[in-house]
């Protein structure tokens, strides 16, 4: 049974429309993550949720936000997204904030910008 | 120069084969080793997770880690077909990093051809 799951699974947007992804967790972990993975090229993480606490990575652009608005759901919005913003957007989820603690990793959804 | 540095490949080897994948990183501090298999189209899944220096053997895997050369592998024995996919190694801990955040190479694609 899926227990991160992102929709949609591929979506196609076009250039300066904003465009929402989801993610849900059937895990009722505390902390869900957002990363982007462009090809060939190491996930990079945008921002995290520890609970309701958001936290935004130095080098997360300005275009992209993050609304958690309960445990099972997060979403990331890209308010004017550009050609360098298609890629592979992975949500992640763990229990707690203890460093070994296990991501599950959802199917992620490809984004494209036309 | 990046904290994880992962060969990409591509990587081709026989049925049978010994696989031998590896990652070098910088930051010292990290504590927990973790590779990932990922198919093409989705999101990773965990393969092995260790921590600190050692060996961890899980069927046909082993995962080594040497924090003194600051170099980890992962070993697949009888290789398959199916384990055709994209290797990612993410390590995390210390330093002040993130609360599980992972630091990932950008992942080395393998191919088993039967």
């Known amino acids: 049974d899926a227990m991160v799951i992102q929709n949609p699974r591929y979506q196609v947007t076009q250039f300066g429309k904003p465009v929402t992804l989801s993610c849900s967790q059937t895990?009722?972990?505390?902390?869900m993550y957002w990363y982007q993975q462009k090809s060939s090229q190491a996930p990079k993480l945008l921002f995290h949720y520890y609970d309701k606490d958001f936290n935004n990575e130095a080098d997360t652009p300005d275009n992209f936000q993050s609304r958690r608005p309960n445990t099972s759901f997060c979403f990331l919005d890209i308010r004017s997204p550009g050609l360098g913003d298609a890629a592979m957007y992975l949500c992640a989820t763990s229990w707690g904030p203890a460093v070994n603690t296990e991501a599950f990793f959802g199917q992620g959804t490809r984004l494209t910008v036309v | 120069q990046k904290e994880v540095e992962q060969d990409p490949g591509p990587l081709s080897v026989p049925e049978g084969a010994i696989v031998s994948l590896n990652c070098t990183y910088s930051?010292?501090?990290?504590?927990?080793f973790m590779w990932y298999r990922q198919y093409s189209r989705k999101g990773p899944e965990l393969l092995m997770y260790?921590?600190?220096?050692g060996n961890k053997e899980d069927g046909r895997f082993t995962a080594q880690v040497d924090k003194s050369s600051k170099y980890i592998s992962l070993f697949i024995r009888d290789s398959q077909p199916s384990d055709s996919a994209t290797y990612l190694c993410?390590?995390?801990?210390?330093?002040?990093?993130?609360?599980?955040?992972?630091?990932f190479g950008r992942g080395t694609q393998l191919t088993v051809w039967p």
């Open positions: 993410a390590m995390s801990g210390g330093g002040g990093s993130t609360l599980g955040r992972l630091y």
């Open positions: 930051n010292s501090a990290f504590q927990y």
């Open positions: 895990l009722n972990h505390n902390v």
């Open positions: 260790t921590y600190s220096s």
